[in-house]
Every structure is written in structure tokens, then in C-alpha cells.
């Protein structure tokens, strides 16, 4: 009989008016991996947050081990035994400290740990951690100073090292390349054998079906439909999430209009192969490619982050060449970046000031910020992309991630632009929101070029009329988006097939 771990009864929470969970019934078993799913909204989160100590509920009982359950704070959730991996990687990572710090803090902050810190013993055992999770980086070296990937493989791996019996990650793999997020299932894989209860969050199909053991579906703050028959029920778990069913829904290719931004012989790295590429006005360009192939990059390149390596740009046939993103929004290219927790989101402002930021002179009247035309803008942008919210006053924190992430985007949909630039637009969106963010950019993308940079394949064939692969910095593929050969493109996304090819169909 498979042992029952964690069991949660007739939960419900409210915040003033806003019901965000209505009895909910749940359970995780010892070596299972549960798949949570639903839209934005419908509830997640906070059943997350209740499990690991961040929110107490309002009615209902959990159950750990068979006693009752009912963490004061996080810490207290941990001590239990229940470990969580948030979506925000900061959650997980103290940036200023080292790798081997952050690993092994828990173990210095036990009441015997005493008052010295030995230094070599700290790596070495933090150098044993890393190892198995594939970590090959220094562990003297600052979690602030890694990239987004490593520093969502440090956070899992500080989650590791606590031993629990209940892990839960949230869109664990959303940063990872393929290559870390298969290291990220075989450890799941081994915890699994170990007796390890996981719930595992996430939007990604390809993440549902190498993962699930069973698949719990939320919507409106219910459980919407559980699937534990093999073989799962990958269509009637979209069904459940969404209340409806989803059908593919085909690209009727933009007619691409004047150039808009040109790149003459451009290097997205010092020693890169040089690219040439245009954009119209019209036209969305997918540009795909796994986690350091040069997308991400060449974004920064062209917003005026980063300068290139060498080459050209021109943007309605004049010499472009911005040294700050300032310079790059008054040229009229705009940028909405990934990672939208350290990147876009201000915390502390609200939904309408949030959406406004770049604007502000917008909303201006003889030098006086107006409320009330800042309001209105945003109202329209909420209904426009469907944003799940009270008001556009609302704290931007009290939204999931998804809503955020449909302001951050509809933030830069507020004034015509001339290139719209949008770098991995649906990171930790769910398949309905999906779809409204790629409506809505599409919608109003005539009179501007749009480069869409994107990890997987599936978000690129929902949006693009032409879609670029880029592999190590160079463009080695270039699709219209009809009748794709799709054995060419996952061959040139995962650097199989390195040799240019264009506009390759069946």
C-alpha cells in the first residue's frame, strides 16, 4: 500500500473579497510525482504558499505523516520537512553569498553547529552537493555572479540538500537548457525511488509527460480533474485546467510589408559567425534556440544593453546603433525582458503604475502626473489581454505569475512602436494565457516589426510567420511558418543539423 504523505482537506482561503480557494482536496504519496496544473489564477500558488508556510488557511486541515500540519512560517514548513523551489529564483539563493554558503546554510544555522565555520569542511561537503546535480562551477563563487540557469540549479540543489520528504517545484525548468533540465528529472527520478513525495508544477507539456506519475488539475480555486490512469490524459488535463478544449490553431501568415530593422553581417559574440537578417513591418520573426545559443544576447544587442561583436544595424534604413536602452526606446524599440522578477516587475507599484513605468510622460498634464489617464490606459490593456485582477491600483504582487507577466507585456503595447522585441514572452505562462499574450501581439503588430525569442518550439509555431534558429550565435535554420518540417527544425535547434537551411518545409 503506498504510503500517504501529505493530505489536505476542505481547504479554503480568502483574500477580502477575493475567493481564491474553495475546498480543496489533496493528497501526495511517498515516491510520487504529482503534476499541478491550472491557468493563471486559478489557484496554485496559493495552495502552494499554504503548504509550505507562507499563508494560513482559512477553513480545512493538512496532514503530515498522519499529524496535523499547520506550519506557523516557511521555516517551520522546512523543519517538517516540506521543501519548496519557488518560481522566483531569488527565493531560493542568497546572491551575495557563495555557492558553498548558499548550500549549506540550513546546516550552519542548527542550534549545534557551534560559533566556528570551517571553512574546508563547508566547501567539501557543498563540492558533494553540487556534484550530484551535475554542478561543475566553483563553489567559491557568488551566486550573484552566475547566470539565471545556475542559479535555479542552486536553488533546486539547496532544496536537495535538505533532504525532504515533500518537495515542490515551480516551473523548475523554465531557465534550464534541455541538457540541465534531463539532469533535473533523473534526480526526481532517484528521489522518487527514494520515497520522496513531489508536486511539480508546471505549464510545459514536454515537463508533464516525462515527470507524472498523476496529473491534478485547478481552476476558479477547485480541483478541476485528477488523471492517474496510464496512459495519462494529457488533452483531458488541458480540457480541465482550461474548461474547454483547446484546438491548434493554424498561422495565417502576415503579408510582410517594408523593412523595418536590418542587421548587415552582425556578431552576436567577438568571435561569432556573423548574421544577416530582416525584419518587416508586419512581420512576426520567431527567433528559437536552447539556453546559450545567442538569443537572449542578440536581444540585449539590439535594446542597447550589450553591443555586438561586430557588424551593422539599421532601423528604417538609417544607421542604427543604441549604447543604452534609453537610446533604444526613443528610436522606438521597444523591449520586454525574461525574467520578469528581477528584470521588469517594481514590487512595490501597482498594476497601473507598473504597466505605465516607461510612459509616464503619457499620462503628464503641465508636468503633473494624471491618475486617472494612467488608470484608464491600464484598464483597457487589462481587458485587452484578459488580466485577472480587482483594479489596476491592485498591488502588482497580488497578481500570479502569469497576470504579471501580462503586464510587464502589455506595458510595452501601450505606445506604437517600431520594433517590438519580446524575450521569452510566455515564461511561466499557462497555455490559455498563452494564447492571449500571442493574440494580442499579433493583433497589433501591422505597422511594426516583432522578434519573438523563445527556448521552445511550440510557443515559436503559435506566433511566428517566419521562425530563425539561432545555434552557438549563428543562424543555422530559417522556416516559413507552413507545413514545417519539424524533423529539420528540432535537428537544428539541438545542433544536430548545423548547416544553414532556409525556409525549410515538407
Request: charged share 20%; proline share 4%.
Given at each position: 500500500?503506498r504510503k500517504?504523505?501529505?493530505?489536505l482537506?476542505g481547504?479554503?482561503?480568502?483574500?477580502?473579497q477575493?475567493?481564491?480557494?474553495?475546498?480543496v482536496d489533496?493528497?501526495?504519496?511517498?515516491?510520487e510525482?504529482?503534476?499541478?496544473?491550472g491557468?493563471n489564477?486559478?489557484?496554485?500558488?496559493?495552495l502552494?504558499k499554504?503548504?509550505?508556510?507562507?499563508?494560513t488557511?482559512?477553513?480545512?486541515?493538512?496532514?503530515?505523516?498522519g499529524?496535523?500540519y499547520?506550519?506557523?512560517?516557511?521555516?517551520s514548513?522546512i523543519a517538517?520537512?516540506?521543501?519548496?523551489?519557488?518560481?522566483?529564483?531569488n527565493?531560493g539563493?542568497?546572491?551575495?553569498l557563495?555557492?558553498?554558503t548558499?548550500l549549506?546554510?540550513?546546516?550552519?544555522?542548527?542550534?549545534?553547529a557551534?560559533?566556528?565555520?570551517?571553512d574546508?569542511?563547508?566547501?567539501k561537503?557543498?563540492?558533494?552537493?553540487?556534484q550530484?546535480?551535475?554542478?561543475?562551477?566553483d563553489?567559491?563563487?557568488?551566486?550573484?555572479?552566475?547566470?539565471?540557469?545556475?542559479?535555479?540549479m542552486i536553488?533546486?540543489a539547496?532544496a536537495?540538500?535538505?533532504?525532504?520528504k515533500?518537495?515542490?517545484?515551480d516551473e523548475?525548468?523554465?531557465?534550464?537548457?534541455?541538457?540541465?533540465a534531463?539532469r533535473?528529472?533523473?534526480l526526481?527520478?532517484?528521489?522518487?525511488?527514494?520515497g520522496?513525495?513531489i508536486l511539480y508544477?508546471s505549464?510545459r507539456m514536454?515537463?508533464v509527460?516525462?515527470?507524472?506519475?498523476r496529473?491534478v488539475?485547478?481552476r476558479?480555486?477547485?480541483?478541476?480533474g485528477?488523471?492517474?490512469d496510464?496512459?495519462?490524459d494529457?488533452?483531458?488535463a488541458?480540457?480541465?485546467?482550461?474548461?474547454h478544449s483547446i484546438?491548434?490553431?493554424?498561422?495565417?501568415?502576415a503579408s510582410?510589408?517594408?523593412?523595418v530593422?536590418?542587421?548587415?553581417?552582425?556578431c552576436?559574440e567577438?568571435?561569432?559567425?556573423?548574421i544577416d537578417?530582416?525584419?518587416n513591418?508586419?512581420?512576426i520573426?520567431?527567433i528559437?534556440?536552447?539556453?546559450g545559443s545567442?538569443k537572449s544576447?542578440?536581444?540585449?544587442?539590439?535594446?542597447?544593453?550589450?553591443?555586438?561583436?561586430?557588424?551593422?544595424?539599421?532601423l528604417?534604413n538609417?544607421?542604427y546603433?543604441?549604447?543604452t536602452?534609453?537610446?533604444?526606446?526613443?528610436?522606438?524599440v521597444f523591449?520586454?525582458?525574461?525574467?520578469?522578477?528581477?528584470?521588469?516587475?517594481?514590487?512595490?507599484?501597482?498594476?497601473?503604475?507598473n504597466?505605465?513605468?516607461?510612459?509616464?510622460?503619457m499620462?503628464?498634464?503641465?508636468?503633473?502626473?494624471?491618475?486617472?489617464?494612467?488608470?484608464?490606459?491600464?484598464?483597457?490593456?487589462?481587458?485587452?489581454?484578459?488580466?485577472?485582477?480587482?483594479?489596476?491600483?491592485?498591488?502588482?504582487?497580488t497578481?500570479?505569475?502569469?497576470?504579471?507577466q501580462k503586464?510587464?507585456?502589455?506595458?510595452?503595447?501601450?505606445?506604437p512602436?517600431?520594433?517590438?522585441l519580446?524575450?521569452?514572452?510566455?515564461q511561466?505562462?499557462?497555455?490559455?494565457?498563452?494564447?492571449?499574450?500571442g493574440?494580442?501581439?499579433?493583433?497589433?503588430s501591422d505597422?511594426?516589426?516583432?522578434?519573438?525569442?523563445v527556448?521552445?518550439?511550440d510557443?515559436a509555431?503559435?506566433?511566428?510567420?517566419?521562425i530563425?534558429?539561432?545555434?552557438?550565435?549563428?543562424v543555422?535554420?530559417?522556416?516559413?511558418n507552413q507545413?514545417?518540417?519539424m524533423?529539420?527544425?528540432?535537428?537544428q535547434?539541438?545542433?544536430?543539423q548545423v548547416t544553414?537551411?532556409?525556409?525549410?518545409?515538407?
Amino acid at each position: 500500500m503506498r504510503k500517504l504523505v501529505c493530505q489536505l482537506q476542505g481547504i479554503n482561503k480568502s483574500f477580502g473579497q477575493n475567493h481564491v480557494l474553495r475546498g480543496v482536496d489533496f493528497s501526495l504519496f511517498a515516491g510520487e510525482i504529482v503534476v499541478l496544473m491550472g491557468a493563471n489564477g486559478a489557484g496554485k500558488s496559493t495552495l502552494v504558499k499554504l503548504i509550505c508556510g507562507y499563508h494560513t488557511l482559512d477553513d480545512g486541515s493538512m496532514a503530515l505523516d498522519g499529524e496535523p500540519y499547520q506550519p506557523a512560517d516557511p521555516a517551520s514548513a522546512i523543519a517538517a520537512g516540506v521543501v519548496t523551489v519557488h518560481q522566483s529564483i531569488n527565493d531560493g539563493v542568497i546572491p551575495d553569498l557563495d555557492i558553498s554558503t548558499n548550500l549549506m546554510l540550513d546546516q550552519l544555522t542548527k542550534p549545534r553547529a557551534g560559533l566556528w565555520v570551517r571553512d574546508g569542511r563547508l566547501r567539501k561537503d557543498a563540492q558533494a552537493v553540487a556534484q550530484s546535480m551535475g554542478i561543475t562551477t566553483d563553489v567559491r563563487t557568488r551566486v550573484a555572479d552566475l547566470g539565471v540557469a545556475d542559479r535555479q540549479m542552486i536553488a533546486i540543489a539547496r532544496a536537495m540538500a535538505r533532504a525532504p520528504k515533500v518537495l515542490i517545484l515551480d516551473e523548475p525548468t523554465s531557465s534550464l537548457s534541455a541538457a540541465e533540465a534531463e539532469r533535473l528529472f533523473s534526480l526526481l527520478d532517484t528521489l522518487r525511488q527514494q520515497g520522496v513525495a513531489i508536486l511539480y508544477i508546471s505549464h510545459r507539456m514536454s515537463d508533464v509527460r516525462r515527470v507524472a506519475d498523476r496529473i491534478v488539475c485547478m481552476r476558479d480555486g477547485a480541483i478541476s480533474g485528477v488523471f492517474a490512469d496510464q496512459p495519462l490524459d494529457y488533452d483531458g488535463a488541458v480540457t480541465a485546467m482550461l474548461g474547454h478544449s483547446i484546438q491548434e490553431t493554424g498561422i495565417e501568415l502576415a503579408s510582410a510589408g517594408k523593412p523595418v530593422l536590418a542587421l548587415k553581417e552582425l556578431c552576436i559574440e567577438p568571435d561569432s559567425t556573423p548574421i544577416d537578417f530582416t525584419a518587416n513591418e508586419g512581420e512576426i520573426v520567431a527567433i528559437t534556440g536552447l539556453l546559450g545559443s545567442g538569443k537572449s544576447r542578440l536581444a540585449d544587442i539590439l535594446f542597447g544593453i550589450k553591443p555586438p561583436g561586430a557588424g551593422e544595424m539599421f532601423l528604417d534604413n538609417q544607421p542604427y546603433q543604441p549604447n543604452t536602452c534609453a537610446q533604444a526606446v526613443e528610436a522606438g524599440v521597444f523591449m520586454s525582458p525574461k525574467d520578469r522578477s528581477s528584470n521588469a516587475v517594481v514590487p512595490e507599484f501597482s498594476i497601473a503604475n507598473n504597466m505605465s513605468l516607461p510612459f509616464l510622460n503619457m499620462f503628464c498634464r503641465w508636468g503633473i502626473l494624471s491618475s486617472r489617464l494612467q488608470k484608464s490606459a491600464s484598464d483597457q490593456m487589462i481587458d485587452e489581454l484578459g488580466i485577472v485582477c480587482q483594479s489596476a491600483n491592485d498591488d502588482i504582487n497580488t497578481l500570479s505569475g502569469g497576470n504579471q507577466q501580462k503586464v510587464i507585456v502589455g506595458r510595452w503595447l501601450l505606445k506604437p512602436c517600431r520594433v517590438l522585441l519580446l524575450d521569452e514572452p510566455f515564461q511561466g505562462v499557462d497555455i490559455g494565457a498563452r494564447r492571449d499574450i500571442g493574440r494580442r501581439i499579433r493583433e497589433t503588430s501591422d505597422n511594426r516589426a516583432t522578434i519573438v525569442f523563445v527556448s521552445e518550439t511550440d510557443e515559436a509555431l503559435e506566433i511566428a510567420d517566419r521562425i530563425l534558429v539561432l545555434h552557438e550565435s549563428r543562424v543555422v535554420g530559417e522556416h516559413v511558418n507552413q507545413q514545417i518540417n519539424m524533423d529539420a527544425l528540432v535537428e537544428q535547434v539541438s545542433g544536430a543539423q548545423v548547416t544553414p537551411s532556409v525556409a525549410t518545409s515538407s
